[in-house]
């Protein structure tokens, strides 16, 4: 018998393309199921075979467990660690005490029994295989061929019986495909499941967009460019933002080919998709503007704070600058990662107007000063009072009629102004008081709950968008502890 076991593990792992050592695995596990179904499954049986002779042993086994388990199924599979010990001194509870006996004929093993052992081992490991193959091409291009559609995903044929999926919301707007086309997507994820490995795909990631001018510019493949981000509008309109690492290189041009041929060829895979190439810039505005492209931009303000823009057009610029519904303006925020605004260059200046009167009030009340000299620091930049109160004193030296003793006098009202803004602060805190919910929120007691109010955390929700670290900081609790409080809060999200 030891030929016939070499014969099949030599000829199954040729058909099925699968390591010798799983198909051993599989005919040791269906001998030993065979083994134990012939004994009525009172005994449990292991079986071992030489991997170079083909000749096997089985053992019968059982395993030790703890003098007080009980046992309902399988009785003679198991032996209590008391009686193991007599056996082998120094044997744990989940070891195996084994001890040899006759061995089940290979050809007379229930044939029925072997192939499902075996077809399902064998199966197992293809799909263990497939997974770890794709899995390293996770982030590519792949292309199959359309099998089927189902509910309006689309099952790509991969070939060698490999499956993968693109979702319906992952496709592109109004695309259609038939039986049998081939088509390209990004491979985004590969996962494991009983009935095999499933690979889902895309073509409506930004991803793809990237990938796609990786394969049509050599220049990125080299290095030569670098794609710096892209956005895009899935099936309308995309933004590509791009550098190059030599000077000498025009990186729209590259990336626009001769006569448009390759953006035109990306635009082709993403039926009809069009694409805006940005040239990407350190200094974050002239990005933005770069990327508010065909409109061209009159005025920036930056909050550097809020991470916030607003940006002036002139008036008849405006529907571009905006964009189809938004389209261009949402493009360019993805695009730069700013919240941008668009207004027109009169509205611009009426909030300016605004912003400007609000800074001077708020300098004339806080500083005690004349509404001249409250305008004055606005034309230099201050914005807030802790910009006087901190910024250097030879910034502010360099004011016209600036002298160090209104310096000074400047610095030490915007202080004061400051510390009379904290103490309210602080007394209208202390006299905060929980809300009811806060209150009755499970875990929660009046004396945390009054910690928490004096901090501002007053309702469930205030509580519910901390993290842990933060509540840390309010109250004494363990993390495990503080954790739990703050799900506890934000359960009503999940409702």
């Known amino acids: ?38 004994h009525d499954d009172e005994l449990d049986a292991r079986v071992e075979i030489d991997r170079h002779s083909g000749e096997y042993e089985t053992f019968r086994r059982w395993e030790v ?42 050809g007379r093993i229930g044939a029925q029994t072997a192939k499902q052992v075996i077809i399902q081992k064998v199966r197992e490991a293809e799909r263990k295989k497939v997974v770890e193959e794709y899995s390293k091409r996770v982030g590519e291009i792949l292309t199959g061929q359309v099998k089927r559609i189902d509910r309006g995903d689309v099952i790509l044929d991969m070939g060698d019986n490999v499956d993968a999926v693109i979702p319906r919301n992952e496709l592109i707007n109004r695309e259609t495909f038939r039986i049998g086309d081939r088509v390209r997507a990004y491979l985004q994820e590969v996962t494991f499941r009983p009935r095999g490995a499933q690979l889902f795909m895309s073509r409506a990631c930004k991803e793809m967009l990237i990938e796609l001018f990786k394969i049509e510019v050599p220049e990125i493949s080299d290095d030569l460019i670098d794609i710096m981000s892209a956005a895009r509008d899935v099936g309308f309109r995309a933004k590509v933002a791009v550098r190059a690492n030599d000077p000498r ?112 009030e708020t300098f004339v009340n806080a500083l005690d000063v004349d509404e001249e000299l409250a305008e004055v620091l606005v034309s230099e930049g201050f914005t807030t009072i802790e910009e006087v109160a901190y910024v250097p004193a030879a910034e502010m030296l360099e004011i016209d009629g600036f002298d160090e003793d209104i310096v000074a006098e400047l610095k030490q009202r915007a202080k004061d102004a400051l510390l009379t803004q904290e103490i309210a602060n602080e007394e209208k805190a202390a006299m905060a008081e929980p809300a009811d919910d806060l209150l009755a929120l499970e875990g929660m007691n009046p004396a945390m709950a009054k910690q928490l109010a004096s901090n501002g955390v007053i309702t469930q929700e205030d509580l519910a968008e901390l993290d842990t670290d933060e509540l840390l900081e309010y109250v004494d609790l363990d993390e495990a502890t503080a954790g739990e409080l703050i799900l506890k809060a934000r359960a009503p999200w999940f409702e």
């Open 1 to 38: 018998m030891s030929k016939e076991v070499l014969a099949v593990v030599e000829i199954m792992a040729n058909e099925k393309g699968v390591d010798k050592e799983i198909i051993f695995d599989a005919i040791e596990t269906a001998l030993a199921t065979a083994t134990r179904r012939s």
């Open 65 to 106: 467990i703890p003098d007080d388990a009980q046992i309902e199924d399988h009785v003679g599979w198991y032996i209590r660690e008391m009686d193991a010990v007599d056996v082998e001194p120094h044997i744990e509870v989940g070891e195996f005490i084994e001890e040899p006996m006759e061995s089940i004929d290979f």
């Open 249 to 360: 290189l025009d990186p729209i041009g590259a990336c626009v080919g001769m006569r448009g041929g390759r953006v035109q060829a990306v635009t082709n895979e993403l039926n009809g998709e069009r694409i805006d190439i940005v040239l990407w810039d350190a200094n974050d505005a002239q990005f933005v503007i770069n990327a508010m492209a065909p409109a061209e931009i009159t005025s920036i303000m930056v909050d550097e704070d809020g991470h916030t823009m607003d940006l002036a057009v002139n008036d008849e610029q405006l529907s571009q600058a905006i964009g189809k519904n938004g389209q261009n303006i949402r493009l360019a925020s993805e695009l730069t990662r700013w919240e941008l605004n668009v207004m027109s260059e009169s509205d611009m200046a009426a909030k300016h107007e605004t912003e400007s009167k609000d800074q001077i």
